[in-house]
């Protein structure tokens, strides 16, 4: 089943700025104007919060959390399960109220989304999703919505996306000093660990052997290990004796960044220099005579190779912080009255 974006997903975010947007916004005041306001809500019995004069619907709110709700009616019943609609309600409404704010900002600076970007962005989701017109259609029936309103949400998610950038993104500056004040700082996050280039002679034990198999496989390792001690060539012998399936090599298993391999197999190459062989090694498949064929030192990944990302990165933590504060200002300036809780 194809997932329709959601109402709030909008095109700029990447997840986290939905979860830091604060507390519901301040009450402010509000006289006779806002007396006829409520008489209103009570005859229409439908309105959650009025913002700067427009309204937000219950039904809109309920729309916005109906997969959640469905979720919580599975779960719990009675008092707790109220309890918790109540809560998610509040949760849901937040979300509407500085969608309308951010909405009536980009309209004071007459920010617009031409139908070209509109019908960009649905063509865009039939074809990540290979999905017809008639398709789109029945999903959009099955959310009850209308072609029209899902177009609508979609202008709303561009306006938004928007007024972000012209109002929080665009006024982000990273320093070059910044950037490499946190690669210091994070360093460790940018190490490359070192690498072994490492041959086997490898004698298999099976897993149930008996004292006696045990026995043969070390002593046919410790023999094969003198040979080696005494002139003898790993390559041949490992061709010769190997049971791993590196034995046509000449044993030669490959390049492996430390904590890849066996840890009884690596720990016995610690000490090791290139070119030395290790004594008869144990580990769960059975016995080992381990050459060392090179050692490569761990190291850091250059602060140009990581410039980019870590940019990327630091930004969008500015970003989050700018757009938790810019949307608290725009909550201070607006007029916002909540008349539905759950």
Known sequence: MVALPPMFSWPWRRGRIATTLLGLCLIASWGTAA?????????????????????????EVDEASAPEMAELRRRYAGATLRDKQR?????????????RLQLARAQELNLQVSENDVAYHVNKLKEQNQISDAQLQQMLESRGLTMEAYQEQIRHGLLVSKVVNAEVRSRIILMETELRAAYEQHKERYRVAG???VSHILFLVPSHATSEEEARAKQRAETVL????????????????????SADRGGLLGTFRTGELLPGFEQAITALQPGN????????????????????????????????????ELSQTKLDKKYVEWVESLRQQAFVTILHEG
């Open 35 to 59: 007396s006829r306001v409520a008489v209103a809500a009570e005859l229409l019995d439908g309105i959650a919060a009025v913002v700067n004069g427009e309204i937000i619907t219950i039904s």
């Open 226 to 245: 003198q040979t080696i001690r005494q002139g003898g060539d790993f390559v041949t012998l490992a061709k010769l004796h190997s049971e791993g399936p």
């Open 87 to 99: 809560a998610l309600f509040k949760q849901s409404l937040q979300p509407l109220i500085d969608q």
């Open 277 to 312: 062989i290790s004594n008869v090694v144990r580990t769960r498949v059975g016995w080992h005579i381990i050459r060392l064929e090179q050692r490569k030192a761990g190291a850091y990944r250059p602060f140009e190779e990581v410039k980019d990302s870590l940019k990327s």
């Open 195 to 197: 690498e072994l280039t």
